[in-house]
């Protein structure tokens, strides 16, 4: 018998660590002299109430229902993929090179090629990580880790000394040419008397972070390879003897999910700057992990808290133009959730299962 | 390369090493006592923004280095907490850790300080100076040897006399104690430890408090040794590379010794050359920034010796009924 009703482990435990973080939050505004309620309001207005910031939450969303889906897809197989932050650099590095170095008709082809090439980056820079923990025991969490420095340092070598155009100053790709440029909301969604999403940097690859929840719901609820990576994750042992190969599902699960952290620079390379950067990822490879804890590693649950992330984040962009709180906020809060609903999660799931258990009994 | 250059790469080499070691070592006791620690950057940074925040403030650097160890504890408190008297993710907790520090700091500072999350650069008794040991002067004029007592062993702040010294003194506790030995035994099989009547959960406790305070002198060291103040992000990754010298090391300390005065080494090289020109094929500085984690991939990948962790590292201890 299960101490907890389904519905009470999906949504009160999360929604109870979200509140406990929010205090939390509130708490550190107050400690700076600000007012939380007046933030709180600011944020929404800068991030809800107008369609520009929409388009900037959204622009954000995008980015971490990426990242989150490729954190929670491991999760799956019981491994922590902490690099996807440098999987999506090196996705970034597949776009400009795609976009650059391939002459495109239109935008649409230009898409998928780009895509293509983010996944496929962002995959290699996950194998090998994948490989030396299911062939030799590396602990893939240290070697993602290191992954990341190595691809920052990657990346840096080949703005500086490869990608730079002659002349340019600072370290950045050649503008990718103008049929490659995808359609930003404004332009799908704007008309002449009514303006939408003016200069928002959300674009259409938000759909295809869509199709991106929906294909990783099929994958692990409705095919065998989803069932396999389930099955490694609850225990290895028993998908053993169910004649799955760890090395195989380890690797495969690692390369989706590299792809995966991957795609996202589609959003920010291709979609936002137009050229490749330095740091384009700004972190939202890391934020993954608080989206897929907090969404339960469920692709609608990652949705949701990507929702929520890229409204703190554009909140946050906010406050820090209109009062003296920095940007740094989101991260504590950020760190408060990762806290709460990934390291002390049986602090709320303790007392609360308690409790189910004597009203049970009370019933009986 | 002349000898005066040799001695100051070298120079460079040993203060770079020296946060990197303390930090190797809080990783070295919070994991051999099974408690996986990727929270060494975080703590490092909050320690390196208190300590530069409290020497600002009162213009004494031991009231800073005693805020910080006291901050970097504080975190090591709820990183116990997390992993284990809740029994969570460690390393969960640890990347949680690190991104409180990482906010927490820059909030804090520019409420205080308000000069973009950085606080005012440290002067005088605000910093710790460099010693100048006995007869440093007079033996200078010794060939060789004078040189290298004056400038490479003479002349450094207190904390990196601390940080050596710490190594004999890990080694001494790990492995000539009851204490280092019953932490050595929760970290293998903490079910024989709790056989024998010790508590796991004191242990533990213990080994994460002891990170805390070594973390803690790390990023003071950081931010009132290295440098003369704290600036956002000043950490630039060293508690990963301390975390990937502690693996280097096979989590031994003199291991780390060795470990953390190379990478101290390649950051030295890195800081003062660009590019390296070894006739004809130059090895761009970025290789230079990245050969530490290129380095720990490839130990870890077991080609060159095997690294072993601790057998119980990153599981919560649940006691049998």
Redesign the interface.
């Known amino acids: 018998m299960d101490k907890m009703p389904a519905w009470a482990d999906a949504v009160l435990v999360p929604l109870i660590s979200l509140v406990l973080a929010a205090l939390l939050s509130a708490l550190?505004i107050l400690?700076?002299?600000e007012s939380p309620l007046e933030a709180l309001r600011l944020m929404v207005e800068g991030a809800l109430m107008r369609s520009a910031g929409w388009g900037y939450t959204l622009y954000y969303a995008t980015n971490f229902i990426f990242t989150g889906l490729a954190v929670s897809v491991a999760f799956h197989a019981r491994l922590?993929n902490?690099g996807g932050e440098g999987q999506a650099t090196l996705g970034g590095l597949g776009v400009a090179l795609v976009v650059l170095y391939l002459p495109w008709p239109h935008w649409s082809l230009a898409l998928l090629g780009a895509s293509l090439g983010a996944a496929a980056f962002g995959a290699l820079w996950a194998l090998?990580p994948a490989y030396?923990q299911a062939r030799?025991?590396?602990?893939i969490?240290?070697?993602t880790?290191?992954?990341n420095?190595?691809a920052a340092?990657?990346l840096?070598?080949v703005l500086?000394?490869v990608l730079k155009p002659v002349g340019a100053m600072d370290p950045a790709s050649a503008l990718f040419p103008p049929a490659t440029h995808l359609p930003t909301f404004q332009q799908m969604f704007s008309s002449a008397d009514s303006p939408l999403f003016r200069g928002a940097p959300a674009n259409i690859s938000f759909f295809l972070a869509l199709i991106a929840c929906v294909a990783v719901w099929l994958l692990i609820w409705r095919t065998r390879l989803g069932y396999e990576i389930r099955a490694l994750g609850h225990s290895e042992s028993a998908a053993r003897y169910a004649g799955i190969s760890p090395v195989r599902i380890v690797i495969i699960t690692m390369l989706i999910s590299g792809g995966l952290a991957g795609l996202m620079a589609v959003n920010t390379t291709m979609g936002e700057s137009e050229r490749l950067v330095m740091n384009a990822t700004e972190g939202a490879g890391?934020i993954g992990?608080a989206v897929a804890?907090m969404g339960r590693n469920h692709p609608f649950g990652v949705l949701l808290a990507a929702l929520l992330f890229g409204f703190l984040y554009q909140g946050g962009a906010e406050l820090a133009l209109w009062t003296?709180?920095?940007r740094?906020?989101?991260?504590?809060?950020?760190?408060?959730v990762?806290?709460f609903t990934?390291?002390?999660?049986?602090?709320v799931r303790?007392p609360l299962e308690k409790l189910f258990l004597a009203l049970r009994k009370g019933n009986a | 390369m002349d000898f005066l250059t040799l001695l100051q790469v070298l120079d460079s080499t040993v203060r770079l090493a020296t946060p990197l070691l303390l930090a190797c070592l809080a990783g070295l006791f919070s994991e051999r006592a099974g408690i996986f620690d990727?929270g060494l950057e975080g703590k490092m940074l909050m320690a390196a923004f208190f300590s530069a925040a409290v020497a600002a403030l009162t213009g004494s650097v031991w009231l800073g280095l005693l805020a910080g160890i006291a901050s970097s504890v504080a975190l090591s408190a709820?990183h116990g907490?997390?992993?284990i008297t809740?029994?969570?993710?460690?390393?969960?907790?640890g990347?949680?850790?690190?991104?409180?520090a990482?906010?927490?700091t820059?909030?804090?500072a520019?409420?205080w300080f308000?000069q973009g999350?950085r606080t005012p650069s440290l002067m005088g008794g605000g910093r710790f100076n460099d010693i100048t040991l006995p007869f440093a002067e007079t033996l200078s004029g010794v060939p060789i040897l004078g040189p290298i007592y004056a400038e490479l062993i003479s002349g450094h702040s207190i904390l990196v006399y601390v940080a050596f010294a710490c190594v004999p003194l890990t080694w001494w506790i790990l492995f000539r104690t009851r204490f280092g030995l019953r932490l050595r035994a929760v970290g293998e099989a903490p079910e024989a430890v709790d056989t024998a009547g010790v508590s796991v959960i004191g242990l533990r406790y213990a080994a994460v408090m002891i990170c805390g305070l070594l973390c803690g002198i790390a990023g003071a060291y950081l931010a009132t040794g290295l440098q003369a103040g704290f600036v956002k992000d000043m950490t630039a990754?060293r508690g990963?590379i301390a975390?990937?010298a502690l693996?280097f090391a096979k989590w031994r300390p003199w291991y780390a010794l060795s470990a953390c005065l190379l990478f101290g080494l390649l950051q030295a090289v890195a800081l003062r050359y660009q590019n390296i020109d070894l006739g004809g094929f130059v090895i761009?500085v970025?290789?230079m920034?990245?050969l530490p984690?290129?380095l720990?991939?490839v130990i870890?990948?077991?080609f060159v010796g095997k690294a072993i962790?601790p057998r119980a590292g990153g599981e919560p201890y649940v006691k049998e009924r």
């Open positions: 550190v400690a700076i002299g922590f902490i090998i030396l030799r025991g590396s602990h969490v240290i070697t880790i290191m992954f420095f190595i340092a990657l840096n070598y500086v000394n890391f992990i804890l003296n709180i920095p740094e906020l989101i991260v504590v809060i950020q760190a408060l990762i806290l990934g390291a002390l999660d049986n602090m303790m | 990727i709820i907490l997390a992993s809740f029994r969570g993710n460690q390393l969960i907790s990347v949680a850790i690190n991104f409180l990482a906010g927490l820059v909030l804090i520019q409420d308000s999350g990754g990963y975390l990937a693996i761009p970025q290789v920034d990245a984690y290129i720990t991939v870890l990948a077991g962790p």
